[in-house]
């Protein structure tokens, strides 16, 4: 397949045909190069847990040398992606609650958003009365990391579910108790020669998942909105052409915003912006990529340089004077890339150094003389470019951004009548549902993938969605994907249908909405749980659903994983390694609807999905439309009898 078939986006192409000439190898050679992938892989059924393997399943070897049929080895190995996925979130937020612990009044780190504090410290029987804001913090900080590893009871958040769903949790044995346990026991679990039921696996897996979703990227969250800032509507740029000739480009790219939020500081410092004058540079210009991307750009405006599938070709443009990177999702193969190029290869966590790498350690204790120094390496690189070796493609796309939950109820209350309905809930959009107005609302997340055409899915399906009255919400790299193709924009309301495109004109927001980073798909359980809450239902009776449509991460299977035990259907563009157990499928793909009430759906092909989606929604409509009416008897009825 030619390379540029294997990506929708025109900024890639150019590039794709510069790494080319360059002679630079990038992702998409490397895919070609695997002719076939290793079918045993693809079906989940090859095992290598212990020294006595590794063990793969044929009709002539039904069983590994443990005795280990299919089930229980797709099982395992899908259980230890939900753990790898949720370890990589809830060590972020671990971060994150180490970073509150070191706030302070006069130091690097401070608390922002003081409302939000003192509503979690509520939340969580802390004593604010008459308390310095800074004791409080460090109190609910130590509160959340006990989240991680307390010995008793079930995580504090749970209860912010509806009832309904924190019952069936609780009647099936997966609330989580504590991040770190479940991740362990999983781990435990699928040592060889435990359990050895795929029931039991899938079951240990939900539990694990609720744990990130519910627990670990809730803490993120929240936490990040705290220190940093809650996210408000703003306006940025997406796409490889925010780079600039003139100034001195620096892509911020990874996960944690501990790191970023020092170096958005660092880069609009003076002495630093004088530096790169005198360096013969414009200033100083900063894009995101990937999750970093979308905190920043959520909280900053940040322009979002681009997605996963963009991360080597930035650096093809030989524009870019630094990537600076801390944890997750950063391809190893940087450093050969920017070996090509001028271009300083950043990395700043010890959680994950990559050789070839300039290691610059960034500590939260000496965060702004870390940042600084790390921008000041980039800012000093900028001699080293080679105008010969530039090239910044042209395409860029304006983005409305910062749609966090509490900014969504903002917008709400433009159609809020105050002399009927308080402000500040989500009443509106309650309604819209109701009145069919809007016939559902679907988070679009997760990554880019290699297996298939990248963005394609993404936008494919989203546009389906707008244009069938469906609101879409949307983070990570998906949300990338939809500001680079400006669904982000209030002129994208021409693609929607009638009914979502009058709700988006009251309300003043685009069809697609920017919810933040992968851990802000807490964000999304937080709308639905709060809209199924006010309508005395459960998150499974509404007509939303998740699609994760070029998933690839062991974190995008934690989070499908926690989105249909939140009572949330998900559907998936690329099928996860599972297909070797009939009984993995059937589970997923069918009996988890009878324990949790949703379950997965698999199709590769993008308009086929998003057209099941759609049905699927319209099918969900008419259970929801009986719910709403028998609630509004129930009402009429007490109302006679009061
Ligand atoms: S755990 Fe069993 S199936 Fe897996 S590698 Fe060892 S012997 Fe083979
Ligand atoms: S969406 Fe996927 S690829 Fe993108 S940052 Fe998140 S996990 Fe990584």
Redesign the pocket.
Known sequence: MDKKMMTIDLNSHVLLDKAEKDGVETMYDRKQGFKSQCGFGLQGNC?????????RITPKTPR?????DEHV?VGRNFARMVAGGTAAHSDHARDIAHTMALSSRDGNYKIRDEEKLIILAKEWDVETEGRDIYDIAHEVADVALMEFGKPHGVARFLKNAPEPRQKIWKDLGIEPRAIDREIATIMHSTH?GCTGDIDSLIHMSLRTALADGWVGSMIGTRFSDILFGTPTVRETEANLGVLEDNKVNIILHGHEPSLSEMIVLASEDPELVALAKEMGADGINLAGMCCTGNEVTMRHGVKTAGDFHQQELAIVTGAVEAMIVDVQCIFPALAKVADCYHTKFITTSPKAKIAGSTYMEFSEETAYADGYKIVKEAVLNFKNRDKEKVLIPELKSKATVGYSADAILGQLDRVVNSHIDPAGTLKPLADCLKSGVLRGAVGVVGCNNAKGVSNLAHVTIMKELIKNDILVVTTGCGASAAAKFGLMTKEARKLAGKGLATVCDLVDIPPVLHLGSCVDCSRILDVVGGTAKLLDMDMSDLPVAGVAPEWMSEKAVAIGSYVVASGIDTYLGVMPPVTGSSRAVEILCGELQDMVGAKFTVNENPQELAQIIIQDIEKKRVHFENLVEERMNEKVEAGAEA
Request: proline share 6%; with cysteine.
């Open positions: 095992c290598r847990i212990c020294g006595m393997g590794p063990c590994g040398i443990c005795g280990a080895i060889i």
